[in-house]
């Protein structure tokens, strides 16, 4: 029986009373808002009283509603007589309409009908009736969240894990467990809107990744509630450590827009057959919390979506203070919240905790985060009688994060934990239970168990580890063997929180002493194990990188690298040694660390992108860490002397590391396997980093002298960028900027005179600067005519001038230029040709605005000086300049054209012309007769000349080097209607065949004409494509796309369907990638496809290509069809009941599922016919093994 049906049997069988109490916690939950009055049943029982309404509701603007319930035999007649009861009650009362905003009966009838609804709501009137019957109460709480403990608590019915709550919901149980810090408080983190607009784009999933108890539950929830005012529905995953899949599917409403929160996501058992739902319903998003440490293993299957990651950002000082005032007293002392700011640094739940705690004891200080942590959970430990065994029992549970304890000894890693710490099994489920009791633990399904909350098994990690500091050694030996993984995630966290020396000190003995004993020659484990802890035994890791490196093998060929490719922000270190080398330099091994980075890099030049990456990432977090410079001046003293390093791409990487230490402000996310941090950091302005700067400019010179072409133009465009970031710093870094200045002036632009055109650019601009900052480093510097023309032609509001002033000085320029246009276009072609980062468009509608504000004399001395410069715009043509000039001019404008133009001007003023005439006609021939046509002009240029004269186009005359001449790359849909009335059908059909491996019609304007005009020429282009898919895939998809909107398409794509099935690949027709395309979901061309097959064999083929582009209830009428027909009773073995195959990500339960779901519907059309026991009994067997898949799949997620 389903669900939903047990739930209204179970309603049918309530007493009047207690679905009185049903229907109140129903209503109570519908509308929250409302203040709900229960008159109908006596306190603490489940006997109704007789009274009118049984249950009334008062909203917040005064009016209230009338609830009545009715359990009655004759449900009807009882309704009826509720709405005569409630409207007399009304009257008595002295109500009306202005106070009574409806009535309501519930009732457990399921068969009201329209015309009975209609008569009910005439006998309320003239008060608005709701009538809530037994379907709509049952579908609510079976589909509809937070409704689902009704089921459980008053008819004894659940199938929910307790995992799936609506936001209100998950709050009160986060905030119930008492070792939680509360999430109820205000929210003090800023505006969330970003955040809202990212799940309202394209991103599928929003990660929010950051260390323990920064308040990513609290943003995640934040977020949540302003997408729920948007209008999506909102479902919050807690985990409790059972598979979550079944229960969040049973609560998604297919096709509206739903974001799913899940806190931890990490711990879903079955995360990944959750997020699989993106599969299926692209109105899902997520957004999921994890902590660092857990990143990396969730990020890998994230990017098989559209994903982004976000930190919560840090709270500010006044945030802090209100955070610590909302859990505090009153009247706490603001000196006491600064003693807890600084004990609980920049950690909310800490600074939550500290604040509870200070209810207790005003008095007391704390030093550090541990303190806060230690007094918080020992004071519950310490109530909850919690001893060591007990604390044994949390640990194991937190170490394995869920645990199946009625299997237990069937769990190796329990077992081992469990030697470790002495358990005494006999003991250990009655403790669990214990704990449960204590709520310490959490248990679900009778046998899976987890810690109540996450930072009290970091505590409980700590109490144990910080007890344990002489046994630290045997702790590496057993957990690090055990779970290496688990163990660093663990060290990671109480490094966090705990900063003692000692302890720490012992952590590292340990470290020491476990790799002492790994085998000198197990390499794989020592690298394993030195990525975990290499900053803890620093000499060994030197010894190890120093080692791995003198014996790898030298790279023998060295693949250049671009400078682009090593300053991409994308790459990653990949490199294990590299790492390695990082975790040195960080921890502040800087000099030993350097010598070996780039001896490794002698070795591997094809790391030299890792080896930038490395640099700047150690650079952050050393900055970061206290601002250590002393590693910029390593760096630059070992790149001054690139020559000692026998390195192709060297000075690339020197280039782009000393753009990326001239940075000002530097800011950057850098995740490491134990946290996170977000990195902003602004260089002070101090001696030493002047004198580095100083340095790098002087490096930088060298190279733009002497290391060629690539790094010249890479240079000239950092010192461009250099000239405007700089810009933002004029008053903070003024002593910096001017000392960068006066070296820029004393190295590159020692000399002023003879730049070219990109050194004379950036020295204008670097120029403005030092006018702006008050210094005289570029005193005596003139701008060259040049540099005017380049103000000129790259200006924005030249090219597009939106003010009356941009007017104004487009009518100045053009003036001042009268006579003298010649010099301008040398000085513009000489620009152009250099300088790549000058976009066309704005230098082509500077020209023409200038043009376009000229008188026509001065309009042809402007044309003939480009023309003798020689500069061609790209996408001006002749007859866009002649636009602008009368046609009675046109002659007298030739005039001023060079002679090697000239032919080509006088074909412009001819095609210009509106109406042909015979003057124009004859001169047309005569300048073909010895003249190709400029590339630019196709066959609709020619047309009216066609249309005058019939026969130009068969004399031969017009001739062309464009492949797309006769039929353009793309044409309007009024130039193919002119195309096809003056050229024949038959010509046009023959010119476009022969043309079909170009890219021509790009639109499709013609060919679409032609196929109206023959269809069968359309199916023989289709055809002709097909044959050669390899090469011409992209034009028959692109034609199939331009084509879909045409009244013969679907005509068309049915013929070619069955071409490609009768006359395509005999094996793999229903896997045709070009037949899916055009068939996918389009139940009505595959109907017809059936009815059309020749006999049974294409009536198969047909099914089985439907299998592959129908959902499966679309394909249910092709099954009765085939049923109809007889067919399949043979040939069973070739039918496909489910896809071929299926383009997943992650989980396969959603996948198999489906085709469960299929092959059922499939069974259901054939099992009453004994003609099919073969094909139905086929369908029982491939269902037996989707379901036995299933279950593999849920053992391998837990």
Known sequence: MSLINTIENKIKELSGGKFQKLCDAFLAKKFPDYKLIALGSQEGTNKPTKGIPDTYLVLPNGKQIFVMYGTHAQVKKKISGDIKSVKEKIEKLGLGTEQIEKIICCHTSSNIGPEKKKKFEEEASPYELELIGINEIANTLCYNIGYHYIARDFLGVSESTDQVWDIESFIKIHDHSKTNAPISNDYLGGSVDNYVSLIESDIQVLLIADNAGVGKTRLGIEICKELEKKGYIVLCIKSNGQATYQDLKRFIDGG???????DDVNLVSDYEAVIALLNFDEKIKFIVTCRSYSRESIEPYLKKYQYMEISVKELGLDERKDLIRQFSNDNIHSKTIQDLIEAGQNNPRLLVLAAILSKKEKSKKYANCYEILRDYYEEILSSSEVDSGDLNVLFIVYFLNRLKYKDRKENVVYSKLADLFQVNDLEVEDRIKGLYKKELIDI???????????????????????????????????????????????????????????????????????????PNDDCEAQEEFLLSFGSLVPYETIKFVNKAILQANKELVQVPITIEQIANKNNSVRDKLLRLLSTLIETGHIKVSLQLLFGYLSNKPSIVNQIFKVLVNCFNSLLKNGGDYSFMGEVIEILSNTNEIDVKNITSLSVVVYEDFLKLYRESVVLTE??????????????????????????????????????????????????????????????????????????FFCEMQNLSVLEEKALYQLCELSNQIGSNAFEGYEVSERQKVYGIISSRSLAYPYKPKHEEEIARIANEYEGEWEPFFVNLKLITDVDEMLSGNNVENVLYNLYKNLPFLEQCRFIQAMLKANYRPFGLQPSDFLREVSPLNYSDLLSFIPDLHKTEWRLATLVMAKEVTKEQYDSLIELLKDYSVPLYYSIISFLKFEEFCPGLLSKGILKSDSEYFWIPNYIRDEEAIQIVKVINYDILESLYFSNLDKPIDESCSLLGLL???????????????????TLNGQILESILYRLKNYEFFDELIMGFALYIIREGDLLFYYNNTCLKKLLKNRQDLILELLSRSSDEEEF????????????????????????????????????????????????????????????EMIRYIFSDDIRYINLVSRIEKSIGAFQNEILLEKEREF
Not at 499 to 515: C, I, L, M, P, S
Not at 1117 to 1125: E, F, I, V
């Open 256 to 262: 509206k827009d739903t974001v799913v929160f899940i």
């Open 444 to 518: 679900h399904s009778e046998y899976i168990c987890k810690i109540a909350d996450q930072t009290l098994g970091d505590y409980v990690v700590l109490k144990y580890l910080s007890t344990s500091k002489n046994a630290i050694s045997g702790l590496f030996e057993i957990l690090y063997s055990i779970d290496r993984k688990r163990f660093v995630e663990m060290l990671a966290q109480s490094q966090i929180y705990y900063k003692d020396n000692q302890f720490w000190n012992a952590v590292q003995r340990g470290a020491a002493t476990y790799y002492s004993k790994i």
């Open 674 to 747: 134990s946290c996170f941090s977000h990195i902003a950091y602004t260089l002070p302005e101090n001696e030493l980093i002047i004198e580095y700067r100083e340095k790098i400019f002087e490096n930088l010179n060298n190279i733009y002298m002497f290391c060629g072409a690539e790094h010249e133009k890479y240079i000239i465009n950092l010192l461009l960028k250099y000239s405007e970031d700089s810009k933002k710093y004029l008053v903070s870094h003024s002593k910096t900027i001017k000392s960068d200045l006066a070296k820029i002036r004393s190295t």
């Open 1011 to 1029: 196929i109206k005009h023959n269809l069968s020429f359309g199916l023989e282009v289709l055809k002709e494509l097909y044959k050669n898919e």
């Open 1100 to 1159: 198969i083929k047909v099914i089985n290509i439907g299998t592959e582009v129908l959902d499966p209830n679309d394909m249910i009428s092709a099954y009765n069809l085939m049923k109809d027909r007889g067919y399949g009773l043979s040939t069973y073995m070739k039918i496909h009941f489910h896809k071929y195959s299926t383009s997943w990500n992650g989980s396969q339960i959603p996948v198999l599922e489906k085709q469960i779901s299929r092959l």
